[in-house]
Structure formats: structure tokens, C-alpha cells
């Protein structure tokens, strides 16, 4: 192999694993709810989104505006 080739080898290597490590890292900082659990909370009879807690950060796009 060229020293091309395998500098361009290690560059796709480290944004596959980089891309997977920062995907998990994203994941345990901000887990994903369970279905089960956004069904309860959410309530039921109404709009996807709006149930009896409807303030900003209860929403599904809200979770990712937290405060720190």
C-alpha cells in the first residue's frame, strides 16, 4: 500500500469509530424516551406532543432546549 492510501485508510477509520463514539457519547447525555413512558406523560385524547404538561421543555423538540 502507498503512504496515500493509508493515510486516507486512517482518515475513514478514525470518522467511522469518531462518528460512533460521539453518536453514544450523544446518547447517554441525552437518552432517548420510551414509548411506554411518553404515552403515559403525554395524556391522552390530544394532539401528538400536547398533554397535560405543556410546558416548553415537555415536548419532544423541547428536551434538547434544557437549561443548564
Same mark, same amino acid.
Given at each position: 500500500?502507498?503512504?496515500? %492510501?493509508? =493515510?486516507?485508510? =486512517?482518515? *475513514?477509520?478514525?470518522?467511522?469509530?469518531? &462518528?460512533? $463514539?460521539?453518536?453514544?457519547?450523544?446518547?447517554?447525555?441525552?437518552? @432517548? +424516551?420510551?414509548?411506554? @413512558?411518553? !404515552? =403515559?406523560? %403525554?395524556?391522552? #385524547? /390530544?394532539?401528538? #406532543? *400536547? &398533554? !397535560?404538561?405543556?410546558?416548553?421543555? /415537555?415536548? %419532544? +423538540? $423541547?428536551?434538547?432546549?434544557? +437549561?443548564?
Amino acid at each position: 500500500m502507498s503512504t496515500i %492510501a493509508i =493515510v486516507m485508510m =486512517v482518515v *475513514a477509520l478514525l470518522a467511522v469509530w469518531g &462518528g460512533l $463514539g460521539l453518536a453514544l457519547l450523544n446518547l447517554k447525555r441525552h437518552p @432517548e +424516551e420510551d414509548d411506554d @413512558e411518553i !404515552a =403515559v406523560t %403525554a395524556g391522552t #385524547g /390530544s394532539a401528538p #406532543g *400536547a &398533554g !397535560a404538561n405543556d410546558s416548553p421543555n /415537555s415536548s %419532544a +423538540e $423541547g428536551r434538547h432546549r434544557r +437549561e443548564p
